[in-house]
Nanobody
Framework: QVRLVESGGGLVQPGGSLSLPCAAS????????MDWYRQAPGKQRELVAR???????TYADSVKGRFTSSRDNAKNTVYLQMNSLKPEDTAVYYC???????WGQGTQVTVSS
């Protein structure tokens, strides 16, 4: 079965950190770029980070310098490390196989004191 499963969300205080893993199955993970998106209440889903099959990363300006995407092809997993979190980072975070309709179910991240 081809699918993506995110985990690792939760409640964190401003300035804190979270790491979100996204586990892929059912396809050759190493061949594809992977995206991280987020959607805050009342807002459109936005692209946060992309990591290519070769490991090159790009980030939205809003998270540059705070978020890092990485991948472990041996574990078929992509990660989003989020540091210096702000209340405006509160959203549901999704991973996606780049350029496809394959999405994970999402994981809630709430940044609040």
């Amino acid at each position: 079965q081809v699918r993506l499963v995110e985990s690792g969300g939760g409640l964190v205080q401003p300035g804190g950190s979270l790491s979100l893993p996204c586990a892929a199955s059912g396809y050759t993970f190493s061949m594809y770029a992977m995206d991280w998106y987020r959607q805050a209440p009342g807002k459109q889903r936005e692209l946060v980070a992309r990591i290519t099959s070769g490991g090159t990363t790009t980030y939205a300006d809003s998270v540059k310098g705070r978020f890092t995407s990485s991948r472990d092809n041996a574990k078929n997993t992509v990660y989003l490390q989020m540091n210096s979190l702000k209340p405006e980072d509160t959203a549901v975070y999704y991973c996606r196989r780049a350029g496809s309709s394959l999405w994970g179910q999402g994981t809630q991240v709430t940044v609040s004191s």
